[in-house]
């Protein structure tokens, strides 16, 4: 099995930053990519930003140039660094990984349980 653990949410003013964490763990071989996705109340789940094994960055209109995503390959974990954080960015922030697992051949996609991230004065 794989697991994400996410840390890092909380409640900030606006303007105000926070970094979020994700660890993966478990039966992994190799991961190709790590991301963080957010849903607002009465709102679809949306991608916020992604990276790749490589890399390479993708990231939301709403979101860039205000927040970066970083990997850390050896040790399975991707981090959010959330700068001038607006009341909009209010949601919960769930972490993504499609992942190759070590004991069974495949892709497959892993979700955290997701961590609260509220602005607000």
């Known amino acids: 099995q794989v697991q994400l653990v996410e840390s890092g949410g909380g409640l900030v003013q606006p303007g105000g930053s926070l970094r979020l964490s994700c660890a993966a763990s478990g039966s992994i071989s190799s991961i190709y990519a790590m991301g963080w996705y957010r849903q607002a109340p009465g709102k679809q789940r949306e991608l916020v930003a992604a990276i790749t094994s490589g890399g390479s960055t993708n990231y939301a209109d709403s979101v860039k140039g205000r927040f970066t995503i970083s990997r850390t390959n050896a040790k399975n974990t991707v981090y959010l660094q959330m700068n001038s954080l607006k009341p909009e960015d209010t949601a919960v922030y769930y972490c993504?990984?499609?992942?190759?697992?070590?004991?069974?051949?495949?892709?497959?996609?892993?979700w955290g349980q997701g961590t609260q991230v509220t602005v607000s004065s």
């Open positions: 993504n990984a499609v992942v190759s697992r070590s004991d069974i051949p495949g892709k497959y996609d892993y």
